[in-house]
């Protein structure tokens, strides 16, 4: 099994983990209810993506 030859640095450790993060979902209001929903998803209280009825939901 392969080795370091020398030691990694903490700056160097560290600039390498700068993308290791978790981002806030981008979150967006159904034009049909005014839910907050995801992007690009259906909307998960009336059923509607961009006007258009996608799932009919039974209550």
Same mark, same amino acid.
């Given at each position: 099994?392969? #080795? @370091?030859? #020398?030691? =990694?640095?903490?700056? /160097?450790?560290?600039? /390498?983990? +700068? #993308?290791?993060?978790? !981002?806030? @979902? +981008? %979150? ?9 929903? %995801? $992007? #690009?998803?259906?909307? @998960? !209280?009336?059923? $509607? $993506? /961009?006007?258009? %009825? =996608? =799932? !009919?939901? +039974? +209550?």
């Amino acid at each position: 099994m392969a #080795h @370091p030859k #020398h030691k =990694i640095s903490k700056q /160097r450790r560290n600039k /390498r983990r +700068t #993308h290791d993060k978790a !981002e806030v @979902p +981008t %979150l967006s209001n159904c034009s049909n209810c005014g839910v907050a929903v %995801l $992007y #690009h998803r259906v909307c @998960p !209280e009336c059923g $509607y $993506y /961009r006007g258009r %009825l =996608i =799932i !009919e939901q +039974t +209550t």
